[in-house]
Each structure stands twice: as structure tokens, then as C-alpha cells.
């Protein structure tokens, strides 16, 4: 009964405390200085793929990735538009081709050899130059930065077996900045003297990072890989040929089905 009769006596004074606690809670709320809210967040850009990579390896403004999407989407509505027609062309000129090869119509299938030729090197021009619209925005010194990195890539994959070491990856890196200059983009070689100049620049600097950069024991272990590699595929592709010359029927078992 003691205790029911202090429970009035509590509820009261907690009536007369509570207000003021609330109170003072809510001045310390007003008086505790605003959470800054974050300027300095990054940008999310629109860019994915290869050039998502581009705006993160070159740390490229808003403004210049707006530039590189908007070609991007221009670029990807034209070539929809002209594909259709010279994939038709294509395949009327090969289909020709054919016809004319069986027919042993010799000027007329150099005739269409070289019209499909120069159908093929009309679009390498055209993707070519719609790269150049989207690199564009980029100054020289980005491009060449992102020629670099690309050559980078490529030798990171040639060499990926010799499990190359920090030192070794970053003295990669340094041959392949010093190499961008002569070596074009893969996407300029719209013609075979570029296609030579850019296998002979990748081939060079191949070369450069074997003899400079790789042990005795890593030039070793990727020849061996290589010898072995080449042996496995003789192998197959001698395999998918007695493969074949095996499923084709004999002359005579033709004639015995025949009957």
C-alpha cells in the first residue's frame, strides 16, 4: 500500500520534470552547430565501358564527359543508320563474289575483291573518324596519357604469365609512356600501313620490355609457354582436319548409299 501511495507522488514530480528536461533537450538541439553538408562529392557521370575508364584514368570534368557522351550518342545513331546499308552491301558483294568464283569469271571477281576491299575501308574511315570526334574534347597531353595507358594494357596482357613484380610493372609503364608517341591507336589504323606501323611499334616495345625489364628465369618460362602453346595448336587444328577427313564419306561409300 506504501508503494501505491508514493506512485501519485512520483507521477507528479515527473509531470514537473519532464517539461523541463524536454526543454533543455531542445535548446541543446538549437544550440549544436549543422552538419556540413559534403560539396566536394564526386560526380557520377553517365560514361561506361572504355570510356567510363577514360573519365576515371584521365580524372575528366563534368563538362568534358557531357562532350564525350553527347559524341557517343551521335555516333551510335549514325553508325545504326549506315550499318543496315553496308552490311547489305556487304553480303551482296560477297554473295557475287562467290557466283563469280565458281563461274571462273577471273576480271570479275578482282572486280568485286576490290569493291569489298574498299567497302571494308570506307568503314574503318567512318569509325575512325567518329573516334577522332570523340577523343576531340581531350587536350594532347590527355591523349597521350590515355595512348599510354592503352599500350599499357596491351603489354600487361602480353606479359601477364611472367607474373611481372612492382618494380617491373612500373618500369613497363615508363617504356610504354616513352613508346605512345610512335605507336598509333589501334582505332587509326584504317589502312594497311598503319595496321604495319602499329604492329611493328607493339612489337618493338615487346621486345624492349623482354631484353630491359624480365629476368633470365621469366624470359625463359614465357618462351617455354609459348613453344607450347604453338605445339597445342598444331595439335588441334591437326585434329579438327583427320576429324573431318574421317566424317567424310568415301567416293565408294557414297555410291553403296546410293544403291
Known amino acids: ?38 560539396t566536394d562529392k564526386k560526380q557520377k557521370t553517365k560514361l561506361r565501358g572504355e570510356y567510363g575508364i577514360m573519365a576515371s584514368v584521365l580524372k575528366l570534368d563534368e563538362e568534358t564527359c557531357a562532350k564525350i557522351q ?25 554473295a557475287a563474289l562467290a557466283k563469280a568464283k565458281k563461274a571462273k569469271e577471273e576480271d570479275k571477281v578482282a572486280d568485286l575483291q576490290k569493291q569489298i ?11 575512325a573518324e567518329n573516334m577522332a570526334k570523340i577523343m576531340a574534347p581531350l587536350t594532347d597531353e590527355q591523349k597521350a596519357v590515355w595512348k599510354a595507358f592503352d599500350l599499357n594494357r596491351v603489354m600487361m596482357r602480353e606479359f601477364k604469365a611472367a607474373k611481372l613484380t ?7 609503364k615508363k617504356l610504354c609512356d616513352e613508346a605512345a608517341a610512335g605507336i598509333p591507336f589501334a582505332s587509326e589504323c584504317t589502312d594497311a600501313e598503319k595496321k604495319q606501323a602499329r604492329a611493328d611499334g607493339l612489337k618493338k616495345l615487346a621486345e624492349k620490355v623482354t631484353s ?17 602453346g604453338k605445339a597445342k595448336g598444331k595439335a588441334k587444328a591437326g585434329g579438327k582436319a583427320k576429324a573431318k577427313k574421317e566424317a ?11 544403291e
Open 212 to 228: 630491359d625489364v624480365l629476368t633470365e628465369e621469366q624470359r625463359a618460362k614465357l618462351t617455354k609457354g609459348a613453344k607450347e
Open 248 to 258: 567424310k564419306p568415301a567416293e565408294g561409300d557414297k555410291e553403296e548409299g546410293a
Open 117 to 127: 576491299k574498299e567497302a571494308e575501308q570506307a568503314k574503318a574511315k567512318q569509325q
Open 166 to 172: 612492382k618494380e617491373q610493372t612500373a618500369s613497363v
Open 1 to 38: 500500500m506504501k508503494r501505491l501511495a508514493l506512485l501519485p507522488a512520483f507521477l507528479s514530480a515527473a509531470l514537473f520534470i519532464c517539461p523541463a528536461a524536454l526543454a533543455q533537450d531542445e535548446k541543446a538541439k538549437e544550440d549544436k552547430p549543422e552538419k556540413k553538408k559534403k
Open 70 to 94: 553527347a559524341q557517343c550518342e551521335a555516333n551510335a545513331k549514325a553508325l545504326k543508320e549506315a550499318d543496315a546499308a553496308g552490311k547489305a552491301k556487304l553480303k551482296e558483294l560477297r
